[in-house]
């Protein structure tokens, strides 16, 4: 019997804002173990929580981009559940009425367009985080709690059961993303895990339309783990039902180490987590005008401007893919286009370029391409030329200058390389001449050697055959 998978994936992205859901402490990565604390971070007796409006406006942004439905009355729940990183036993989040619901996400993997249904998006608060090691001293042998992170604001976004490979999920994961960065409200950040990644994943036997066990993977942020830990469990349980066993609806966590996940904890073990409507916090009304304003102000997204670029620039799909990787190599490559209107020539030298190409000032780089346009720079030069102005910021008519890096188109200092380069080697002359065609190439090295590889090769060869005849 051949099985296929169903997966579903859950996402939780930290929101930009520059303050916490519930109160105003910073969201800072990196600073001090609770140094961006204060009483509502600590869940002390007597506090209460205020929204951050810009938490919503967020929420609906993400909504809008991914066509989702969004909620007019949002309540808050709690959702209960004891861990030390926790110190309110309970986390704020949404249950029912998320404030997104039922959107989607259109992906095209291996030339096929498949449409990813969004379940919902819901606003939440993060946990603090553990660390078993002290962060200065390490001999002291204890847990510590650093609520840095607690209450900085979330975006669950889970997907429907509707990725059947791995590879759907990783496409789907990257544009998911790319639509967070591309609206400015996450940064997308996975190594420090603004953008984490929980999977859903049953098989069943082909052709059949009801769901297997499931089993979740947790916490895995980067695609490659993803795609991996997909690829395992999907092994890992064909291999158990073909061998006549039953999967166990579990949690699992990947181990990046060893390529293999492991049972954290089994369906009886699974939380209860008693949600209800927090008592301190009133329902959020969301008024049309509120939606409307949000609409009008997206940003042209990632797969329209892809659209857009092949068409109005004449881009293959594999060039506009890499020009749209984010908003600002999109928005450089059109303010280029307004000095250096040929587009598939810049765009080659933008996909091309081995730094950062947004980094350069937009009239160097039309300085350089011109000149290698007009002859005098051979485009491995212009590398060179471009590599320094990204070092050194100097325009590139100083570096040109200083490292005397242009073509010499000049005939007459061309023929007296030629000229020198007959002379030194009469038998090649003779051989050529008697029909060896292949030392024409032989000729033209021996000249861009003299003029250390300046010489503007279409100019020699041109004097070359009329030197040397045939
Ligand atoms: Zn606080």
Redesign the pocket.
């Known amino acids: 019997m051949n099985y296929e998978p169903v997966i579903g994936l859950e996402v939780h992205a930290q929101l930009l804002t520059r303050t ?1 859901l ?4 910073s969201t800072q990565f990196g600073n001090e173990p609770n140094a ?7 869940g002390l007796p007597g506090v209460l929580p205020v929204l951050n409006r810009r938490v919503v406006e967020f929420a609906i942004r993400a909504g809008l981009a991914t066509n989702c439905q969004i909620t007019r009355k949002n309540i808050f729940a709690r959702k209960n559940y004891f861990y030390p990183d926790l110190p309110k036993g309970y986390q704020i989040s949404q249950y029912e009425n998320p404030i997104c619901t039922k959107g989607w996400i259109d992906i095209e993997v291996k030339g096929e367009k498949r449409r990813i249904g969004l379940t919902r998006i819901h606003m939440e608060e993060d946990a603090g985080k553990l660390l078993h090691e002290h962060p200065v001293s390490r001999s002291k042998a204890a847990s510590w709690v650093d609520l840095n992170r ?2 900085v604001p979330l975006l669950e976004i889970v997907s429907e059961p509707d990725i059947r490979l791995p590879e759907e999920g990783v496409v789907y994961l990257k544009e998911l993303r790319r639509i967070l960065m591309y609206l400015d409200v996450c940064d997308g950040n996975m190594e420090e895990g603004s953008l984490r990644c929980d999977a859903n994943i049953s098989i069943r036997p082909v052709g059949t339309k009801k769901f297997g066990t499931k089993v979740e993977i947790k916490n895995m942020n980067s695609f490659r783990h993803i795609e991996k830990a997909l690829y395992y469990e999907i092994k890992r349980q064909t291999e158990v039902l073909k061998g006549g066993g039953t999967t166990a609806q579990e949690t699992r966590l990947w181990d990046p180490e060893r390529e293999v996940s492991e049972s954290m904890r089994s369906k009886e073990e699974a939380h209860d987590y008693r949600y209800f409507p927090d008592p301190d916090l009133l329902p959020v009304e969301i008024d049309e005008r509120w939606i409307e304003k949000i609409q009008s102000n997206l940003p042209e997204l990632p797969q329209k401007k892809r659209d857009r670029f092949i068409k109005q620039f004449q881009l293959s799909p594999a060039q506009a893919e890499v020009l749209i990787e984010t908003g600002e190599i999109a928005s450089f490559f059109e303010q280029m286009l307004q000095k250096y209107p040929d587009s598939k020539k810049l765009a080659n030298w933008i996909i091309n370029s081995p730094f950062p190409v947004t980094k350069l000032n937009p009239d160097h780089l039309t300085k350089v391409l011109t000149l290698v346009d007009a002859g005098t720079l051979s485009s491995n030069m212009a590398k060179e030329v471009l590599q320094k102005v990204y070092e050194t910021g100097r325009p590139p008519e100083e570096v040109i200058e200083k490292e005397g890096l242009t073509q010499v188109s000049d005939t007459a200092a061309l023929e007296a390389a030629i000229n020198e380069a007959i002379s030194e080697n009469p038998k090649e002359v003779e051989r050529f001449r008697g029909g060896e065609e292949k030392l024409f190439a032989f000729f033209l090295g021996q000249v861009m050697k003299k003029t250390k590889g300046k010489a503007n090769p279409k100019i020699v060869a041109d004097l070359l055959r009329k030197k040397i005849g045939r």
């Open positions: 916490k519930f109160c105003s402490c961006n604390t204060c009483p509502v971070c600590f607690a209450g």
